[in-house]
Every structure is written in structure tokens, then in C-alpha cells.
């Protein structure tokens, strides 16, 4: 499993309903993408849920690494970096992924609409096997979780957690907050829950 992640920031007095507008129109063309996992259609908006930004940052977890360059190298990406410019592509190898109950399961109607991603800078005394594993045990098992998933950038030596969630996240569950604006998952149930290595 590999994650992915890139941030276009807007200005402060960016109409936000053109990017809506633009996931509500092609945001279906990657629902059955091969090699991918889950695309979460991620937006920030300055002034709610304490952002002090506009920012538009899709999630990806890729099954394959296939699956994810021929995203990179294919039109999807060619035509955002023609509308926006080329983002900088933030990449994570994954360590390990949690499935919450499916909706049907609680009850809820829909997929996610919430998101929180938290990364966390490694220390040098860390053993970087030991955190990942208190960070795979620490996975949430709270009812309104959709999925989440434990990550490392080993060229910075830094821990990604990111979750999905069905309604609002959970006061306590710590990064930084996102609305989903839409979720493609073609290959998610493909991921295997826990450890992936």
C-alpha cells in the first residue's frame, strides 16, 4: 500500500464552489481506477473547522505502485497541474490499515464525509518499527470510523495517521481536519486490514 497526498492552497477569497463544481463533475471518473484503493476528494475552507486556509488536498491510498503512476503520468494529473500547476506530491509507504463497520453495519447512510490526517516527525532515538506499531495499535475503533491507515516517509522519517469518518470527526481524534467531497474506492476492500509488512 502506498499513500499519497498533495495540497493546492487557494487564496483566502477563493470561490470554494468551483472546486465543489469540479469534483461534483469528474470526480466519478477515478470510482473504478485500477490499482487504487481510495481517493478521498479532500477540501479545506478557510474559517471552518478552524482551517486558515482554502485548500484543496486529495488522499490517495494506491494498491499498487502501478495503479499510482499511471495516475501521475496520466491525464487525471496532467489536467489539475494545467489548471492549478504541478503540486508537489507528498508519498508514504503504508504500514498498516483499519476497516471500520460498513455503513450498512451502523446504520449510516452514505460514504465518509469527514477526514483527519496527523503526521508526526520521528525523533533520531526513536525506533521507527517500535513507532509504527504503537501507531497501528493506537488505529481508532470508534464507531464512526470508515478507515484509516498508519504510513512512514522514510526520507523524513515522519508518521502519517489518517482516517476517514462518517459524519463529523471525533472531537478528540487529533491532525488536521477535511471535508469529504467525494470518495472513490474501487480497490479498497482489496487493502488487508492490520500490518503490511
Given amino acids: 500500500m502506498h499513500a499519497m497526498q498533495y495540497e493546492i492552497t487557494l487564496p483566502a477569497d477563493y470561490d470554494m464552489g468551483v472546486i465543489r463544481r469540479r469534483v461534483a463533475e469528474k470526480g466519478h471518473l477515478l470510482d473504478a481506477f485500477p490499482g487504487l484503493g481510495l481517493k478521498a476528494y479532500l477540501v479545506r475552507e478557510r474559517g471552518r473547522q478552524g482551517s486558515p486556509v482554502n ?3 486529495p488522499f490517495y491510498l494506491w494498491r499498487t505502485a502501478e495503479g499510482m503512476n499511471g495516475f501521475l503520468w496520466g491525464p ?4 489539475l497541474s494545467a489548471d492549478f500547476g504541478r503540486p508537489a506530491v507528498r508519498h508514504w509507504l503504508g504500514a498498516g490499515l483499519a476497516h471500520g463497520a460498513s455503513a ?9 464525509t469527514s477526514a483527519t490526517r496527523e503526521t508526526v516527525r520521528l525523533p533520531e532515538s526513536a525506533d521507527p518499527a517500535e513507532a509504527v506499531e504503537r501507531a497501528l495499535a493506537e488505529l481508532p475503533a470508534h464507531p464512526a470510523l470508515h478507515t484509516a491507515a498508519v504510513a512512514v516517509d522514510p526520507s523524513r522519517w515522519e508518521l502519517l495517521r489518517f482516517a476517514l469518518w462518517h459524519g463529523p470527526a471525533p472531537e478528540d481524534a487529533p491532525g488536521v481536519r477535511y471535508q469529504v467531497l467525494h470518495l472513490s474506492s474501487p480497490d479498497l476492500d ?3 486490514a492490520g500490518r503490511h509488512w
Fill in 55 to 57: 485548500q484543496y488536498a
Fill in 76 to 79: 487525471g494529473f496532467r489536467g
Fill in 104 to 112: 450498512a453495519e451502523r446504520g449510516v447512510a452514505g460514504p465518509p
Fill in 190 to 192: 482489496r487493502l488487508p
